[in-house]
């Protein structure tokens, strides 16, 4: 089913509603087989469908929010036959990518820019002196973030063409108020009374008189609509409302997108749909088929291994200490099942909070509750965390207030690729006065480090780990700020995390070769205590750091300032996730292309020694 947006705008409404049969089963096979974003996409297929039919992809600009609703689209802008690839190394991105294919706007991972974005777009294309069209994707969770009214408030005051496509699926944006304003929102967006509309507007606005009866009865009916309507917000910013219309009537959904489109102002498509629609699995479990891995298509069942990972390690033992300490609150902005908050939720839910997708409020948030002498921990995904950089300085840090961040999917995180890995914090954090950094390599670790930063550490504090289980090492080195993992006279190596693991590989193959590595561990990166790593690297000679970290400020260049500020003179080698973006793939994958599994950083350490010659 190899189709490029142009081919659709020729389709009959049983064609376009039988293509949405095929892209459905098609999704369903295809995600079964490499796991990704699921009911998002099920449930937006006959939105992309009649997106498709109106517009063309190549030359309209489509901004997705996120961007879990992308797999019909990049289905049928030529990506099909690659689809077996999504999310596999050197295969097709999880979310919309422009250099995959030009009909992808704009990148997406993040939420709530959409509309901010799509408005750049719409006034370069105004400035330019340009026709086309501009859309913005965006669901309901994305609105729970304060960047999304920024952009709605600022496009709905310009006056630009730009359509506001509002997915519902679940968070119910408008409350009903009866079945008068039911049948009466049916009643606007008959075709008669749109093109009524249209035509009212076209004759009124051709004489003063005109327009001042329009004005009049504009007034009156806006002062009714209001009383009846739920739409008075997005109307207040300066969109014409159309909604909400059911997003699973490619026929209907198609009509009122050419309507928007020839309006030739800032219209807001509010679209009610189902997350998961067609697969029952994914409608009655909608948050198990968010983002999964492969499943048996038959019956629904994830094909995984052992539960126990880093997040569900962290949330058992926050548990337990919420048992002994009532002071002790949860935080997380949408990530309750992917942050191991599930069991947390459901025993102290006076206690626990899920702010939406709005981070900064939840560092903001979790600053207040620190200040009256709650002890909050936000459980955030480490690449969320980069949109709370100004809290973190200016609401917790300022104050020196004791808020614990446990930062999930630290490091590189796998096939969501560039906009997902966790490579940034170990520098930004490191620039915020009076924060300190933990670092666990097992979960005994986790399980101590977070006691002790709830309970030992004044100030702000992360305990950063990553996606996933632990390696080999499954020890607990203690609280010290470096551990030695192993001795050796030859080279030191150093990370943290379960990076240690790789060194310790890369430790043991130099072994065979006669070669004694030093392997320190970093229990603490931030405030980096140089002492060890340099009386190390005094004795060996030779120092190499790695890291899933990008390069500025990294642990390695904080460490080789400090080597110099004590005169240690030995060779320093570096190897982190290097000075570009990641692309996706599995995360083993990634750390050989990074050069961060043990045998590439065999090689790296052989070198250090002059090929064997320490």
Do not use: W
């Amino acid at each position: 089913m190899e189709q490029c947006s142009n081919d659709l705008s020729a389709l009959t409404d049983s064609e376009a509603a039988a293509l949405c049969g095929l892209l459905r089963a098609r999704i369903l096979d295809v995600v079964s087989r490499t796991g990704g974003h699921l009911a998002s996409s099920l449930g937006a297929v006959e939105l992309i469908v009649a997106i498709h039919r109106v517009f063309d992809t190549g030359r309209d600009r489509l901004v997705f929010d996120v961007g879990h609703q992308c797999y019909a689209h990049k289905i049928l802008t030529g990506r099909n036959a690659a689809m077996e690839t999504l999310r596999s190394f050197g295969g097709l991105a999880g979310y919309p990518k422009p250099t995959e294919s030009d009909t992808d706007a704009f990148i997406a991972g993040h939420a709530s820019n959409s509309v901010s974005v799509a408005l750049g777009i719409a006034r370069a294309r105004t400035l330019q002196h340009e026709d086309y069209s501009v859309l913005a994707l965006i669901g309901d969770g994305a609105l729970t973030g304060g960047l999304a009214y920024e952009g709605l408030s600022d496009a709905g005051d310009s006056k630009e063409p730009l359509i506001v496509i509002l997915n519902d699926n679940g968070m119910s944006i408008t409350k009903s108020v009866g079945g008068v304003a039911d049948h009466l929102a049916r009643q606007r967006l008959k075709p008669q009374y749109l093109r009524f509309k249209r035509g009212y507007r076209k004759v009124m606005g051709a004489t003063a008189l005109g327009r001042g009866i329009y004005k009049v009865t504009h007034k009156v009916k806006t002062a009714i609509k209001e009383t009846l309507l739920p739409c008075s917000l997005f109307e207040d910013m300066g969109f014409t409302y159309l909604g909400p219309v059911d997003g699973h009537d490619v026929k209907r959904l198609t009509r009122l997108l050419k309507y928007a489109r020839d309006l030739k102002g800032p219209v807001l498509l509010h679209v009610r749909t189902v997350k998961g629609k067609g697969y029952t699995p994914a409608e009655r479990n909608p948050d198990q088929f968010h983002g999964v891995g492969r499943f048996c298509v038959e019956t629904g069942e994830v094909l995984k291994g052992s539960g126990t990972n880093f997040s569900a390690v962290f949330g058992q033992t926050l548990c337990k200490m919420a048992e002994e300490d009532p002071r002790l609150c949860a935080i997380t902005a949408a990530m309750q099942g992917g942050t191991g908050l599930n069991t947390f939720a459901a025993r102290f839910p006076d206690r626990f909070f899920d702010v939406g997708i709005a981070e900064g409020h939840a560092v903001a948030m979790s600053a207040g509750m620190a200040k009256q002498g709650m002890i909050p921990v936000f459980a955030v995904y480490s690449s969320f965390l980069q949109r709370a950089y100004d809290m973190l300085i200016h609401d917790v840090a300022l104050q020196g207030l004791h808020v614990v961040f446990a930062i999930d999917r630290a490091g590189l995180v796998g096939e969501d690729g560039e906009t997902h890995h966790g490579v940034f914090d170990p520098a930004f954090l490191d620039t915020v006065p009076g924060m300190t950094v933990l670092c666990p390599s097992s979960y005994a670790e986790l399980e101590s480090m977070l006691r002790y930063a709830i309970y030992e550490v004044k100030g702000p504090v992360a305990v950063r780990y990553p996606r996933g289980g632990q390696g080999d090492y499954q020890e607990d080195s203690g609280l010290v700020s470096t551990a030695m993992l192993r001795a050796g006279k030859d080279i030191t190596l150093t990370g943290y995390g379960i990076t240690v693991n790789a060194l310790l590989d890369c430790a043991r193959r130099l072994e065979a070769d006669g070669i004694q590595a030093q392997v320190l561990k970093l229990n603490t990166i931030t405030p980096l205590d140089g002492a060890p790593v340099a009386a190390s690297a005094a004795e060996t000679g030779r120092l190499l750091v790695a890291e899933e970290a990008a390069p500025g400020n990294c642990v390695g260049q904080r460490l080789a300032a400090k080597l110099l500020e004590r005169g240690v003179a030995a060779k320093v080698a570096m190897v982190n996730t290097g000075p570009g973006f990641v692309t996706h793939g599995p995360v083993s994958q990634l750390r050989t292309l990074c050069g961060l599994d043990g045998a590439s950083l065999y090689k790296t350490a052989l070198e250090v020694c002059g090929h064997g010659n320490c």
